[in-house]
Each structure stands twice: as structure tokens, then as C-alpha cells.
């Protein structure tokens, strides 16, 4: 991670790809990519002092390649057809928050536009749906 206000590299976290990233306010979000030897993945990265350190906040069997931000809300799209994931404690625990899109699709990019989010995705074989909007949970 470089942090360009800073000029320097953090280098808490070269283990795997960042694919994602996403901030609250006062806590930023880092997706990271399973790697490719060992399929191990951080998941989902938080830090709270802008980058000098990450500890892991979840989703760790599955590379996180979006994150999308709405008030307490934290949306997850993930690789390895694990869907889109809420959180709504800081990445402390996960839901599903899909609301039935195929499970064979990859979701590569999330974005929220009032009460809808819309996940960008691709797609392996028997999946007919490539682009998908579908209402966030509003639970809080």
C-alpha cells in the first residue's frame, strides 16, 4: 500500500494483491487477492491510523475485489462466487446481502446510489445475469 501524503510504502500488508479499497471517515478498508500458490488471503483489512497498520476484519477464504461504503454499511463484493457481503460493525461479522443473484457470478465492482447497489460481474458457465442491481440491507 502507498500512501501518497506520505510518500512511503506500508509494508504491513505485500503478502497479497490489493484489489480494493474503501474508506468510513476514520478507518480505511483494503480488499485483498487469494494468492495464487497458496490461495491463502487477509480478506478484508481495516486501519485505522491511515495505513501504518492493518489487522484483518474478515472474509479470509475468498479474495475480496470490491468494497462499496454507505453509512454504517460496508459491502464486500467477493471472487470464488462468494457474492456480495454486508457488514454493519466495521467488518466484525458478515452477512449475504446478494438478494438472490446467481451464484455464479464474480463480482468485480460495487457502487450505491441511494437505497440501490449495483455490483459489476462476470460470469463462469450456466450463469445467464452480467450486470446486477439489486436494493442493499438497511439494517443498522
Known amino acids: 500500500v502507498y500512501n501518497s501524503f506520505q510518500k512511503q510504502l506500508f509494508s504491513s500488508i505485500v503478502h497479497n494483491s490489493i484489489t480494493s479499497f474503501a474508506s468510513d471517515g ?43 461504503i454507505s453509512g454504517a454499511n460496508i459491502f464486500a463484493g467477493t471472487q470464488d462466487y462468494s457474492r456480495v457481503h454486508l457488514s454493519t460493525d466495521n467488518g466484525n461479522t458478515w452477512t449475504e446481502a446478494d438478494n438472490g443473484m446467481s451464484a455464479k457470478l464474480q463480482v468485480h465492482s460495487l457502487a450505491i446510489n441511494g437505497n440501490n447497489i449495483f455490483a459489476g460481474t462476470s460470469t463462469q458457465a450456466g450463469a445467464t445475469v452480467l450486470g446486477v442491481y439489486f436494493p442493499p440491507t438497511t439494517e443498522a
Open 26 to 68: 476514520s478507518s480505511f478498508f483494503a480488499g485483498t487477492a487469494r494468492d495464487a500458490g497458496t490461495y491463502d488471503s487477509h480478506g478484508l483489512l481495516s486501519s485505522t491510523d491511515n495505513g501504518s497498520t492493518w489487522k484483518t476484519v474478515g472474509l479470509t477464504t475468498t479474495s475480496v475485489t470490491s468494497l462499496a
